[in-house]
DNA sequence: CTCGGGATTGAG
DNA sequence: TCAATCCCGAGC
């Protein structure tokens, strides 16, 4: 089976986030298999990126960040939902990409739109923090289509981070219904 | 050990 | 507009 292998995640984490775009991820469970295709993703890259859980250090929660690209993060977020991310760039350097939307393709019954949402409909939580994505029952196929269109904006719900609160580090399909609705910014 | 808050969501 | 809900990570 043709699926995305580790050197496609051993790059720049701008570039892996808009690369993503178009793929199908595809979880094997319970004799069923759900894919959805991926339509939005954030970059977390490096020390500096105070929107970063690895922005300070190696701590228990990001220490699969600081591993070898392609593997899962997958962290649990106000108590509730859980957030998956894949590694990326060499081991020791933390980096990682936000996938926060899917289009539903196959045994999807609920939303998939939004980070916590298509974790719950992909059966995905936290044991599979560390999981290798390059092989099943978890991994990407590459896309079965051109390149779509890339738009990009500021990354959600990372408004503590300083000025890389505003860097265009979110990336989604131009016009593509199944990106996550964005809570207009509140004023003041 | 305590405590503030979060890469979100759905209800009211 | 706000509560749910639990774990993380900073600071004492």
Same mark, same amino acid.
């Given at each position: 089976?043709?699926?995305?292998?580790?050197?496609?995640?051993?790059?720049?984490?701008?570039?892996?986030?808009?690369?993503?775009?178009?793929?199908?991820l595809?979880?094997?469970?319970?004799?069923?298999?759900?894919?959805?295709?991926?339509?939005?993703?954030?970059?977390?890259?490096?020390?500096?990126? *105070?929107?970063?859980?690895a922005? *300070?250090?190696?701590?228990?929660?990001?220490?699969?960040?600081?591993q070898?690209?392609?593997?899962?993060?997958?962290?649990?977020?106000?108590?509730?939902?859980?957030?998956?991310?894949?590694?990326?760039?060499?081991?020791?350097?933390?980096?990682a990409?936000?996938?926060?939307?899917?289009?539903?393709?196959?045994?999807?019954?609920?939303?998939?739109?939004?980070?916590?949402?298509?974790?719950?409909?992909?059966?995905?939580?936290?044991?599979?923090? *560390?999981?290798?994505?390059?092989?099943?029952?978890?991994?990407?196929?590459?896309?079965?289509?051109?390149?779509?269109?890339?738009?990009?904006?500021?990354?959600?719900?990372v408004?503590?981070?300083?000025?890389?609160?505003?860097?265009?580090?979110?990336?989604?399909?131009?016009?593509?219904?199944?990106?996550?609705?964005?809570?207009?910014?509140?004023?003041?």
């Open positions: 089976m043709h699926l995305l292998h580790r050197d496609f995640y051993d790059r720049s984490t701008m570039e892996v986030a808009k690369d993503l775009l178009g793929c199908l595809v979880h094997e469970v319970d004799g069923k298999t759900l894919v959805g295709r991926i339509v939005e993703t954030e970059a977390y890259d490096g020390f500096d990126d *105070r929107a970063s859980h922005s *300070r250090r190696k701590t228990p929660r990001n220490e699969v960040m600081f070898e690209p392609g593997h899962a993060y997958v962290y649990l977020i106000y108590g509730m939902h859980h957030c998956l991310n894949f590694v990326t760039r060499e081991k020791d350097y933390p980096a990409v936000l996938i926060r939307a899917l289009e539903p393709v196959a045994g999807i019954d609920v939303s998939t739109r939004g980070p916590g949402r298509l974790t719950r409909a992909m059966g995905i939580d936290r044991s599979h923090n *560390r999981v290798d994505i390059t092989r099943p029952p978890l991994f990407v196929i590459p896309r079965d289509m051109g390149e779509p269109q890339i738009d990009c904006s500021a990354r959600i719900g408004g503590y981070a300083g000025e890389w609160a505003s860097a265009l580090r979110r990336f989604f399909v131009k016009d593509c219904k199944w990106v996550s609705e964005q809570r207009a910014p509140r004023c003041q």
